[in-house]
């Protein structure tokens, strides 16, 4: 495996972007979208020259909180689009490959000029960081995937896609693969206005190709390279529903390979040579935890969450209390400061937040500015109490560069027997968004 093997990834970015300016309306990025056969789009603000990126799992969330679409772009609070210099090599990218959303800017003097995808990452990855020959049923067991029933109305399983990573969801008739629903259909029925109240069956793909637990790895990487998909559904040797396969979860495999095989060398590359006797902490908690703040990542507090569901079915108990924080106009602190002050805000507060909380507590960055508390054996009372102590902690706090000033907006939320973990979610995300929606640095509490 030599260096040259590895292409810079200016050269293997898609150079054709997709871009509308922010004053445009939401319906007409979802007809952009659409026509383009995309899920994502870049959103260009010609006030500030800077990039954000609205994804189909946005669009979602404002359906069901109900957004006007015809209300411009800017009314939408995007996440900045991360950027990488064209210059970096596919090798170094794989160190930091936890941190690669799916759509990645690439800039040349902070010119951006053009998008990697992971399907750009996979497609140039040598073989050998694949395990090509290795069977899917040694990795799908990791991730089971979102599933719904055939007679479910679609703006519950929307609801379920909205609260997750997930871009598709697995529709069964029984343990049976027997169609599939993307973000991609969801823009389609939005562009031509769909009653999101029909059963999910109306609406789904159907058939669905799927893969047996015994195809391997290669089969499963030549299956999405030749059909464009971002997942392969595995079944057993009955057809039964096992899993899913997804492009993220092949990168994470040729990392962990990657690391293996960089250890076993004499002479590193550049980068690895100066982090190589940190590699082995880094491979254990490369799955477990987010690479800025140090605190677990959100895959990681979806397994707490499900174990605390599963204790209380089991033996009962108390119930437990979630909170989600955003920090208020973070792009503003990104625009005035710099992103690397914004990185040392995010950094900052995770800090404070592990001060402020109990040792029982679980702490876990959710995404972009928002962080997420799972608080034991704790009514909402007591948990929007512990919220609100922290929310005038974090307004009293001046961070260490540029002293800067910030303040959250809380949603929480308490546990409800027998509600599922997505139902959860989507309580304390509402009861965030009514916090905003009211003026911003409060506290809300789920209905």
């Not at 930091?96 to 800039?107: H, L």
């Not at 073989?127 to 991730?143: C, E, F, G, M, S």
Request: glycine share 6%.
């Amino acid at each position: 495996m030599e260096e040259t093997a590895y292409p810079n990834i200016g050269s293997i970015a898609t150079i054709d972007v997709v871009v509308i300016d922010n004053k445009k309306s939401i319906t007409a990025a979802i007809g952009f979208m659409v026509k383009r056969n995309v899920r994502d789009i870049v959103v260009y603000d010609s006030h500030d020259n800077s990039y954000a990126i609205l994804i189909a799992n946005d669009l979602i969330r404002s359906k069901i909180h109900g957004i006007d679409f015809e209300s411009p772009l800017s009314s939408l609070d995007l996440p900045p689009l991360a950027k990488l210099d064209y210059t970096m090599s596919i090798l170094e990218l794989m160190e930091n490959i936890e941190d690669i959303k799916e759509y990645t800017s690439v800039v040349e003097n902070g010119k951006l000029v053009g998008i990697i995808s992971y399907s750009d990452i996979i497609a140039n990855l040598e073989p050998k960081l694949l395990v090509r020959n290795k069977k899917l049923a040694d990795i799908v067991t990791y991730y089971r995937g979102k599933t719904a029933e055939m007679n479910e109305p679609t703006i519950d399983v929307i609801s379920r896609m909205a609260y997750s990573s997930d871009n598709a969801i697995v529709v069964l008739e029984g343990p049976y693969p027997t169609g599939s629903f993307t973000t991609k259909d969801f823009l389609k029925l939005a562009y031509n206005r769909a009653d999101f109240g029909q059963p999910i069956k109306n609406y789904m793909t159907s058939p669905v190709t799927s893969m047996n637990v015994d195809k391997t790895v290669g089969d499963a990487v030549d299956y999405m390279q030749k059909s464009d998909s971002k997942r392969v559904i595995v079944t057993d040797k009955d057809s039964k529903f096992v899993g899913i396969v997804t492009q993220k979860d092949l990168l994470r495999m040729g990392y962990n390979k990657w690391i293996d095989y960089m250890q076993g060398q004499n002479t590193l590359l550049s980068k690895v040579n100066k982090n190589l006797k940190d590699e082995n902490y880094k491979l254990e908690g490369v799955a477990n935890y987010d690479f800025l703040t140090r605190l677990y990542n959100r895959s990681k507090f979806a397994d707490f969450i499900g174990h605390e569901i599963k204790t209380i079915k089991r033996y009962g108990g108390k119930l437990f209390s979630v909170f989600l924080l955003d920090i208020d106009f973070f792009k503003k602190i990104n625009d005035t400061y710099g992103h690397l002050a914004g990185d040392m805000v995010l950094k900052e507060l995770a800090d404070l937040l592990k001060l402020s909380l109990r040792e029982s507590d679980i702490i876990s960055r959710w995404g972009g500015e928002e962080f997420i508390t799972l608080l034991p054996s704790t009514s909402i009372d007591n948990a929007s109490m512990i919220a609100e102590k922290i929310r005038k902690n974090i307004e009293a706090h001046t961070f260490s560069r540029d002293d800067i000033k910030a303040t959250c907006s809380f949603g929480v939320a308490e546990y409800r027997a027998g509600e599922t973990e997505e139902a959860l979610f989507k309580r304390v995300d509402e009861a965030l968004y009514r916090a905003k929606e009211g003026g911003r640095n409060r506290v809300e509490l789920s209905a």
